[in-house]
């Protein structure tokens, strides 16, 4: 099983709400990633977390607020957005942490809009 | 700093019309690259992992090699259902944040 979820599928909000986006995993894998994409762009990296811990932050603003509750979840708080945050946003994982040249699997992503 | 370019940025093909997609990256220290392929809306299907030059895969109709300095995928008699946008993505010495997406290729296989 190379499944990574990712919940919702769809979100609006405004400016001034919080919401959070959920990714998942059961593949036992303990490093996990958030990734933003604009249209007809690749994907950016935003955040890595190894074995739960966060190891990579690509100078995300801090209105973006990542969390790793457990080995299998992966959280992204969101809080006063601005409208060009609007984007695809992707979860992925790979099965060891810290690792290098081991395959990253993606979800279906999170389409975000900000209003 | 690190540079991953691919080309064609779209192609069209007929079905059956073979083809190949360029990845060309400047990284220091290459670990592996990567190529995925992603539908309109979804997040990147992993195809294949390469690690050294002469390295070579493939799956159905797809088949990626690796150079010291560029990767193809080689795509033989596409079929419609091939559209995708085809990506590649490189991971260097700095792990994590080596890791970079190269631009795309957008395909379209026309039937």
């Known amino acids: 099983d190379t499944e990574v979820t990712q919940t919702p599928k769809h979100l609006v909000m405004g400016m001034t709400n919080k919401k959070s986006l959920k990714c998942e995993q059961h593949?036992?894998?303990?490093?996990m990633y958030w990734y933003k994409q604009k249209a007809k762009k690749p994907p950016e990296l935003m955040f890595v977390y190894s074995y739960e811990k966060l190891s990579i932050n690509e100078s995300v603003p801090s209105r973006f607020s990542p969390e790793c509750p457990n080995s299998s979840l992966l959280n992204l708080h969101l809080h006063a957005l601005q409208p060009e945050d609007s984007a695809l946003y992707l979860c992925a994982s790979s099965r060891e942490a810290a690792s290098l040249m081991e395959t990253q699997y993606f979800g279906p992503g999170t389409r975000l809009l900000v209003l | 700093e690190d540079q991953v370019t691919q080309s064609p940025e779209a192609l069209r093909l007929q079905e059956g019309e073979s083809s190949s997609l360029n990845c060309s990256y400047t990284?220091?220290?290459?670990?592996?690259l990567f190529w995925y392929r992603q539908d309109p809306g979804k997040g990147p299907e992993f195809l294949f992992t390469l690690y050294s030059a002469g390295e070579e895969k493939e799956k159905e109709r797809l088949k990626a090699t690796l150079t010291k300095k560029e990767s193809f995928l080689h795509i033989t008699a596409p079929k419609p259902e091939d559209s995708a946008t085809y990506l590649c993505a490189v991971e260097g010495d700095n792990y994590g944040q080596n890791f970079v997406f190269g631009p795309g290729t957008r395909l379209s296989v026309l039937p």
């Open positions: 990284v220091s220290g290459l670990r592996g």
């Open positions: 593949m036992g894998h303990r490093a």
